[in-house]
């Protein structure tokens, strides 16, 4: 059974702290293996990959056949059905143009003192994805980072994809080609990631690397974090729904085990002042989570960490919300934006009772790579500003120098910083005797 | 003696690859320790934060004394010099205005579809920034933390310094007050930044931390990410110079010197197409070097990492630089915004003879917190961005969900998750039933 709260109960800060403090991920140990796998790779290069790749994919390779070459793709691709490519391209289309109106602007102006300033966004040159293989192999991730990094104009885009005993995703493949991927290679695990941090006879290194993976594709991640950009380490998925009492139930629970079913660690919230509707949408779970494909995942979620939480009023679930910064907040009530204003600390919301969370997934437009585990408190979603940074720009004209120079001479003086005071000193010193150029 | 390379030399670019993958860093493996330090402050709290400050600063506390009571403060203040506080608050003012301009629009807008999409940005609540102590202790990066946050509209700003046997740094404290900080406890190391995760009877938690310090405070940062956010984990400081024939070589030696003076890992590069400038410069700082405060720290740095590059042209000037991927790059040529142009990767770019890096440091507004040891090619310096995070935004009219959901049920089953397609399609058949609310 889920956990039941409610606000106005003497015990809810109790359970409600309970609730936020509980670990929900089993994260085992593998950072020795992975360091070990790593080192092996940036010894043997694709001789390493092809021993992993044979010990854990069952695929025996060569150097030849690390990537995945166009004929095979063109093949493999032509296989997808035309509705199923008609639904891929639909959701890349509207992932693109959402992606499109993130992209910065650069900006340059000349304040009062005559020093010129300001920052220019220049995209990261080569992009690794990694796209687990097996159940996890989703086509929706690969256009989910993989058209980021295009719009921010990365010029070398690469994908690395298990494909045990060799059976590839078709779909997966369609997406890396709707996408724009320049290079896809048959790797996967540690390896993978450590062949595109480091480099390999056959694969190029790249500068930043985006994708979900599992526990050793994570550890693999964070070690390399340095040599090159990573994203963010995601923990298990979570969706919290807040609905006033006319609600339909039933889609209320198909929104709730849409979250449950991706894995026994995730968590579905329902937050509503109605506890008639409470009641009626844990029946409404209990009723749909029989028929579901995924009953068993589905079911552990919402046993293990399902709650619904029924409070005084909506005010008061905007703040309980904030509280647990969910990454998906779905706002099922009749002034969704009102609410929305309330809140601080999301992921990503959807706002009214016709967004449910699936369509984010896939074709509403936004990315679905969101933060988890209440770090959207201090972190966005993935976007276009992943695959760009930032160099900032300063000109000073002599005139400038010499208004705000002897400032910057005192501070290092302050600091006892001699040679920072006199790399500022020596010119002012020839401006005064009117020599400057 | 610095490196000499030539890039017309047969052996160029066996010395600029070694020159490229040397490591600068001994990072010490205090992991263990500190692991122990955070474990301990998270039990026992403030009497945590007592015993380590009695040991490693010397200082005996109580729970009542970790804070440094406002009217501590201003007696403090007091007594700094008119001169460095008009310096610092100069430095304050002109921080302000850039960062200013960092601030990012919300934005929304309704598609052809009919789904109003969007996003907004909201600040981290609270922010706590390291001060290191003693030597390190620079109320500059006091401002250039801090006054990004305060920009960002963070809510409560948090400072922990060390005041190694009770000595407080009064530009450390000024600067706090300038870019108003809201607390500030005299507790530093890994203690500290456990306290700012975690929170302890006297010390609240934040949920992003920023700020440079030793390698245990690194590995404290590294250890509570995720818990909280954090800046980057900053390297050794480097400066790049490209300069034509004609530059004042004493003002090179000075600005290659600022940088070396920082830290005997620092590195400090000059590459011109012209070798004549290359041995003047090489003389300036053999002569300036015995003549700085720092020439020990100064001389280790160019003894061991300086480095002196002579170029066929400036464009290949530039294309070494975005290889190297510098912190700081100074453009000391005639038009310096043509050359800038030709680069892709660095931190910061300093324009034309009149802008040395040291104005950079302090006064000329830009942040100095800047990406390190190549990591430039994938990431920015410091900026509003970091204390503020980006939550998406969705809304589909019913006629929106008929248009864009079809495509999301087809994308689920093609997915295997069940449930994501129910959620949709059930509105879908309400609306087909011609009763959608």
Redo the contacts between chains.
Sequence with gaps: MPIRLTTSAADFETGFAAMLSAKREDSADVGDVVAGIIADVRDRGDAALIDYTARFDRLDLTAETLRIPAKEMSRVVAGVPA??R???E??AE?IR??HA??M?QD?S?T?E?G???G?RW?P??AAGLYVPGG?AS???SVLMNAIPARVAGVERLVVCVPTPDGVVNP?VLLACELAGVDEIYRVGGAQAIAAMAYGTETIAPV??ITGPGNAFVAAAKRQVF?R??IDM?AGPSEVLIIAEGDQ?P??LA??L??Q???DADAQSILITPDAGLADAVEQAVAR?IPT???AEI?GASWRDYGAVIVTRDLEEAAALSDRIAPEHLELCVAE??AL?ART????????????????????????HV??T?R???????L?V?DFL??????????G??AR?????V???A???????????A??LQ?LNEGS??
């Design positions: 509705e199923d008609a639904a891929l639909l959701a509207r143009a959402y109106r993130q910065p900006e102006w304040d003192a020093a010129t300033l920052w220049t990261v040159t159940q989703y086509p929706s779909l500068d930043k340095g090159v950009g380490i339909n039933d889609w198909l929104d085990m849409a449950a079913e991706h749909l579901l494909d995924r589905a969704p934006e929305a601080r600390h999301a992921g990503a919301i959807f706002l009214g009772a016709h967004t449910p969370e699936a369509v984010g997934d896939y074709v509403s437009g936004p990315n969101l933060p585990a770090s959207a408190r201090f972190s966005s979603g976007s500003m940074k930032r160099t900032t720009l300063a000109r000073l004209t002599p400038a120098l705000i120079g002897p400032a910057a005192r501070l290092a302050s600091e006892g910083l001699a040679a920072h005071g006199q790399s500022v020596a010119r020839t400057g150029t």
